[in-house]
């Protein structure tokens, strides 16, 4: 490898200002754009879901314009603010700050201050407003103060809104050079409902002034879904959401989801990145932009003109894995980087242990982990001795010779769908894999012998999620299952109290199962005091099982009020419980 092996291999999930996705195909036009002086105001936005690259482009967006004096640019993020009750004053506040750092000038910079701390005023006036109808000053405004806040303004006057438009343009005419105000706003489809709306209704107060410009990053979808559930469900609410975006977005802009191609070079950039200076990293980008450009495939390909290489395990290791990836996750860079540091750091746990595994078996072990967990776990589960004859079944039967005397019948308990898996090398019939195997089943949890279905396992998803509905459909879809499944998935749910400090949504999940099959109580008392007592088992774990109506499940209340090792609130809730089920 082009790594020392000792060296841990991360990568942050911070947007880039490096193009390693080929983005200057957006970014090109985004910034022509923008310098398009006869087009204002202007609003655009970058489209792509979650872990799509939107971060990225907002930073290559802001290096382009990064030298140029005419051309003022502030990044904001209003998932990220302090005040979240007031975002709309907030992002104005934001923009204000942000042009008047980038003013050179000091006497230029001194007047456009007194502009700002102006237009500042009438933001405190309105945040002020809104913290009175919180009820937050109440108690800290003596009421004449309170009438002078929500009396109406004059809207020619230092403190309405009403006029805020005609200030701002005061304040940029002071900037002649300045032709383009370029305002970044990330994250918006991170933000609460209201925080969107106030997003949306700031950038409106800018939206008849000249020079400005506006670059939203967001799912479409999900601002679209915020905007409509801010009108509290009114009727109609999806149809006004998407006119009212219709009416702040001019060029709605969507990234390209990532190519099988696309993701190899990815890949192959951030691995060999890693042993790479930024001069030469650079220069190898180049390249593939070069070939990209061309239609030429592979883009990690035909290296001449360049010094410095990337090692050849590396870009195997690229091609392996973006054959390997699912297409929804190869096509989303931020699925690919929490693979990769999964890889790094297991990589990492296995050299600690003294595991040696070469990287290639190492990340077609991952991918079979994340990808088809239960077959995973039947090799894991399978006795070491048998193990080899395993993988040679299994590999024979994803790519047969066509021998006569091969076995090439799909072993019990693997997933059709590991076909393609198992024919791509690097092979594992001759692998020592069983000090990873072990490994790995005791960092994943895998239980030995206990197999559920990757459906299956979404379902007890479900059942430990927030939802409601979610959790009475998964309830329902699990009684349908065999009784022998049924109890392997309950011992899948229950163990899942080792991920968490808590017990309660364990303990709500299985109550409900067991409400709906009463075949389940014995096993699910058995299993909730086997890895929910303790410090996990909470007041309100004690509640759900004093409500389950199961007589199982209530000897556990009577136990817990009899335990002095609990801690005293869940003892103490035990008892009122069972006063109130006795009668008492």
Known sequence: ???????????????????????????????????EHKIHPLTLSVQSPWGGGKSTVLKLIEAEFMNDESCFVVLTNPWAYDD??????????????????????????????????????????????????????????????????????????????????????????????????????????????EAVTATLEAIKLFLSTEKMVFVLAADQEMVRDAISVSLDGAKRGDIFARRYLEKIVQLPIALPRLSEADAEAYIGLLIAGRAMDTNDLLKLA??????RNKNLTPLLHEFEGLTVLPAKDDLALATQLAEGLSADRRSNPRQIK???????????????????????????????EELYRTS??????????????????????????????????????????TRDWAAAPPFLRDENLDPYINLAASLINVSM?????????????????????ARNVAADELCKRGQ?????????????????????TVVRGAVLWVGKNVALEDAAATGIESHCWGSRLTPGSIVELANSGSSALIALVRHAALDASLHATTQETARDELEHIDGN
């Open 286 to 291: 180049d390249h593939v932009r070069s070939r």
């Open 84 to 193: 979240q009750d007031d975002v709309k004053g907030a992002l104005i506040a934001e923009i204000l700050h942000g042009i008047q750092v980038q003013i050179k000038d000091a006497g230029i910079k001194d007047s456009v201050g007194k502009k700002a701390k102006e237009l500042l005023n009438r933001i405190s006036w309105s945040r002020a407003a809104v913290a009175i109808a919180k009820g937050a000053l109440t108690f800290q405004v003596d009421p004449q103060q309170i009438a002078e806040i929500f009396r109406p303004k004059d809207p020619a006057g230092p403190e309405s809104m009403a006029s805020f438009n005609n200030a701002y343009k005061d304040l940029l005419a002071l900037i002649p050079q300045v032709e383009r105000v370029v305002v970044l706003v990330d994250d918006l489809d991170r933000c609460l409902p």
């Open 1 to 35: 490898m082009a790594l020392s092996p000792s060296k841990i291999r991360l990568w942050d999930d911070n947007p880039s200002t490096l193009d390693f996705l080929g983005f200057d195909a957006v970014v090109e036009p985004i910034v022509a754009a923008v310098r």
């Open 376 to 417: 995973f776990n039947t090799l894991a589960a399978a006795p070491t001795q048998d193990r080899k004859t395993l993988l040679m079944r299994w590999e024979t039967w994803a790519k047969p010779s066509g021998e006569a005397s091969e076995d090439s019948t799909l072993p019990a308990g693997i997933d059709e769908g």
């Open 449 to 469: 012998g206990a197999q559920v279905s990757d459906d299956v396992l979404s379902l007890i998803n479900d059942l430990l999620g927030e939802s409601e509905a």
């Open 338 to 368: 929490r693979f990769l540091n999964a890889f790094g750091i297991r990589e990492s746990i296995a050299l600690a242990r003294g595991v040696k595994i070469s990287p290639a078996v190492m990340i077609k072990m991952l991918l079979l």
């Open 484 to 504: 022998d499944e049924q109890l392997a998935a309950l011992d899948v749910l229950v163990s899942a109290t080792k991920r968490s400090d808590s017990a309660e």
